[in-house]
């Protein structure tokens, strides 16, 4: 098939469309280089992939535009034809966005819209699209569910991720665009993003710095191995969403729709604290961390779960990857990357 990845120089947008070019899908790849953090780890997974794409003689391009140029998105979808498009670009960070909450309207709300819109007009078969577990904002029943309402976030960027998924049921019921947005729980792994804890703590026990430590390293995380978040992105983008003929509207479901439309959480369903996700990478280091213990920061919540059932029962996955061997190959490529 055919199909764009927003995002590509990301973290998750690399892995899946690397999974795709394997795959001998026909891929376009779709990202702005920004410098949120640093660009150089972007464009080493960007010539990753076409390395790739060149050994495997296979179809892939890249086009290096902001998806808030309407014009530039517009001319992608007109050049190309896309059969499948699968939109990971976004303004990531929980924090930032309390800092910088304006680029989050221009990649997120005003990038998602130009997406939408170009979707519907070249007849694109199915939109999937990054969501967060961070839209669970102050809900604590656990694990988190589809089914359960989302509308209390915690974070300017929890509340963008939220509107993407409402801005694309009103597509799916307006134009009959399938779209499926996937809430993704702390994603790790190789070539993983430097802001994100794994990647900071490796760096600063490596150079015997101390690590900050949150919440006394008492909040748990489902952390979630990428190669799990790859597989459920790519099964799911392959089922078209469709409408639930059972949805009722006097007792609405929040996890599906009349229109064709849903919603999959993507986590590994089993909650570690984060005392012990740093044992493990300790562990793997073969170094202690110099832990600064910290009160929990604003915008945090103390836990995240994820309930899969869903994603379960309409793709047959299930993400299963243990913490401990995530983290081991994380170290691994780190080293190797980084010659440390």
């Known amino acids: 098939m055919k199909i764009l990845v927003t995002g590509s120089a990301g973290f998750i947008g690399y892995h899946v469309a690397r999974r795709l070019i394997e795959r001998g899908d026909s891929v376009v790849g779709f990202d702005v280089v920004n410098d949120y953090y640093d660009p150089a780890l972007k464009e080493a997974r960007l010539a990753e992939l076409s390395a790739l794409g060149a050994t495997q003689g296979a179809d892939y391009s890249f086009i290096r535009a902001d998806l808030a140029d309407q014009s530039a998105v517009d001319a992608a979808f007109a050049d190309h034809g896309f059969e499948r498009v699968i939109h990971l670009a976004a303004q ?12 989050y309207v221009a990649s997120n709300l005003v990038g998602f819209t130009n ?5 519907r007009h070249h007849g694109v078969g199915h939109l999937t699209y990054a ?3 961070s839209v669970y904002g102050a809900n604590t029943k656990m694990p988190f569910s589809e089914h359960d309402g989302a509308n209390h976030p915690l974070q300017f960027y929890a509340a963008t991720k939220r509107a ?3 801005m694309a049921h009103s597509y799916s019921h307006l134009f009959g665009l399938p779209t499926t947005g996937l809430r993704f729980f702390t994603v790790y ?7 994100m804890a794994l990647f900071k703590f ?3 026990i490596l150079a015997g710095e101390p690590i900050d430590v949150f919440n006394h390293g008492n909040h748990t995380r489902d952390f979630t191995y990428i190669d799990d978040i790859v597989e459920g992105v790519i099964r799911a983008s392959d089922a078209p969403a469709t409408p639930d003929a059972d949805w009722n509207p006097a007792r ?3 996890a599906s729709s009349s229109a064709p439309w849903r919603i999959f959480n993507i986590g590994n369903s089993d909650p570690v604290k984060l005392a012990d996700y740093i044992d493990a990478l300790e562990t793997a280091l073969g170094k202690k961390a110099i832990r600064n213990l910290l009160p929990l920061q604003p915008g945090d919540v ?4 994820s309930n899969t059932t869903e994603l379960t029962k309409a793709t047959g996955y299930a993400p299963a990857t243990p913490v401990k061997l995530g983290v081991e190959r994380f170290v691994a490529w780190y080293r190797g990357h980084y010659g440390v």
């Open 92 to 103: 990531a960070g929980v924090r930032y966005s309390i800092e910088n909450p304006r680029s």
């Open 115 to 119: 997406v939408l819109e170009a979707a």
């Open 131 to 133: 969501s967060t577990s």
């Open 164 to 166: 993407n998924e409402l």
């Open 189 to 195: 792994g190789p070539w993983g993003r430097p802001d």
């Open 202 to 204: 490796a760096r600063n």
């Open 252 to 254: 609405p479901d929040p």
């Open 302 to 305: 103390p836990d995240t779960y």
